[in-house]
């Protein structure tokens, strides 16, 4: 049965919320996608401060109780954006890795390249993890989801170091080297996207391979298990 028109939340009078002001009866699904991506485009252009309910779904073209009927608040759609985010650049990474040649050495050197690449290498994308890190420490949910979208990246990145340093014969602590990994790869990708006058994404990638060469030719870095434990 179909609702009363006056019962449906998502409807909205004039066109003054902007692009989406005629979305009025479409599926919960879309509907929240709507809500997701408008809160994306708020925190990328007015930061965490400005984007508020009324902001939003201005610019979903939606009426404001849908936040609270599909996310509860402003707070957790905040941090659904984050997760749903946090997929889609892993989606990202994954199709490159399908992408590549079956060898390790080559998977692990898409990865490198796709990291360096739109829709990963991004201004508006830095805009919308800044947002997120400031409220990691405050913010429970948002620091769950930070450890788990965190720690699959680093899952897969030591998967692929596992894998590229085996078929190289060489003896590294992988989980060690996935988290240096990680930490140069967010390095080069945070400075690219701050000024990227500065250098090219080319050159991120030459950098980064630079490692991959070192760590496949036995030049681990203090990372081999075979290196002495260090000094006390």
């Known amino acids: 049965m179909a609702e009363p028109r006056s019962a449906s939340p998502d409807r909205v009078p004039d066109d003054k919320s902007g692009p989406r002001a005629k979305f009025t009866r479409e599926l919960p699904a879309v509907r929240r996608r709507a809500l997701i991506e408008a809160t994306a485009r708020c925190l990328a ?15 979903a073209g939606v009426s404001p109780g849908l936040v609270r009927h599909y996310f509860g608040g402003i707070d957790a759609l905040i941090a659904e954006t984050y997760r749903s985010i946090g997929s889609h650049v892993a989606e990202t990474l994954a199709v490159a890795l399908d992408s590549a040649d079956a060898t390790p050495e080559a998977r692990l050197r898409a990865f490198i390249d796709a990291s360096f690449r739109p829709p990963v290498l991004d201004p508006d994308l830095l805009s919308i993890w800044l947002s997120f890190w400031a409220l990691v420490r405050r913010d429970e949910a948002i620091r769950q989801i930070h450890r788990d979208v965190y720690a699959a990246y680093r899952r897969r990145l030591e998967g692929l170091i596992a894998e590229a340093v085996a078929s190289h014969s060489r003896r590294v602590d992988t989980a060690v080297a996935a988290l240096a990994f990680t930490a140069m790869l967010d390095g080069l990708w945070l400075e690219l996207c701050l000024d990227p006058s500065v ?23 203090g990372l081999s298990r075979d290196d002495p434990a260090p000094r006390s």
Request: glycine share 14%; charged share 25%.
């Open 199 to 221: 250098f090219t994404p080319e050159d991120a990638v030459r950098i980064a391979n630079g490692w991959v060469d070192g760590l496949l030719s036995g030049n681990a870095m």
């Open 45 to 59: 252009e007015r930061g965490h401060g400005a984007t508020s309910v009324r902001e939003v779904c201005a610019r």
